[in-house]
């Protein structure tokens, strides 16, 4: 992991330095002035957290240009260790499928913040704006994207990951839709089909699968509990995809295969089964007992998830890889 975290250091590195090249020349081509967007989110965060930023004048000015910058310089230096750790995982996208991911990965934090905190509505930016601000984003991902190739780890030379077969992502699909109806199952069906054969790829222990268990069952009986939020409220759909994408990722590990197609089916499957989920019980509970509509629900999923996981959890992998 030490190998992974510096490959991301200098990742998030170059491609910040690429992000605010392609910046200053649009800046300098257009003769726009700098974005004052860094600074206000300085003044968001500080007045949330109850902190003035000291100073007056020029002084306050300068301390909130550098703050604002040294934000952009987390942002980039983040997202880059974030992209080598999951690539170190078995997630190794295509390159230019990569270079877009980590350039919206970054452009997602920059604009969710933003949007999050009220200091500007993203959806009342022009097309101008838009493209100021993705084109450079862009070069950020190509930039880390290129410092992910050519700088293989050591887990990554001595772990080669096969393709993925069109069966794996399939039922990596499959168990996203389970895990849009019950986020723990990302996890603990993975966890509980887990291979029998010694030796084999993605065998755990029995205290894992009773963890495992219970937090099924916990959710299973906090679902038909009242204030439960809506899960597709903002924060409680992020953690149910990182729930299908974590499942799609361990069914991948099972087979030695590249992560990067299970895993974009588990998050698109864990999207469906989140708003078809939310759509079924708002149907359903019109016309029977809504408890009997989330029981009804809970063996969908459980389906779901067993057709996901069952077959094949005990094929060994062919040792013959392809470097994918």
Known sequence: MTGSFARGLAAGAAGTVALNVVNHLDMARRGRPASSVPEDVVDALAARAGWTIPGSGRERAARRSALGALAGVANGVGVGVAASVVRSLGVRFPAPLGAVLAGAASNAVTTGTVAGLGVDDPRTW?????????????????AVQAVLEAVPTPRE?????????????????????????????????????????????????????????AGVLVEVVADKQPGIPPRTEPAVLVSRLFAGAEGAWRL???????????????????????????????????????????????????????????????????LAVVPA
Do not use: Q
């Open 126 to 142: 022009s097309a101008a704006d838009w493209t100021a601000d993705v084109v450079p984003h862009l070069a950020y991902g190509a």
């Open 157 to 213: 030379r001595a772990t080669p990951r096969i393709p993925a077969r069109a069966g794996l992502v399939l039922r990596s699909g499959l168990l996203g839709l389970a895990a849009g109806s019950r986020s723990s199952l990302g996890f603990a069906a993975p966890v509980l089909t887990a291979p029998s054969t010694r030796g084999a790829v993605g065998r755990t222990s029995p205290v894992k699968k009773v963890f495992a268990a």
């Open 252 to 318: 991948a590990l099972r087979d030695r295969a590249n992560g990067a197609f299970p895993v974009a089916a588990g998050v698109a499957g864990t999207l469906a089964g989140s708003f078809g989920g939310l759509a079924w019980r708002r149907w359903a509970g019109e016309r029977m007992p809504d408890t009997r509509a989330a029981l009804l629900e809970d063996g969908v999923a459980l389906a779901l998830a067993a057709l996901a996981c069952l077959p094949g959890r005990n094929r060994r992998p062919l």
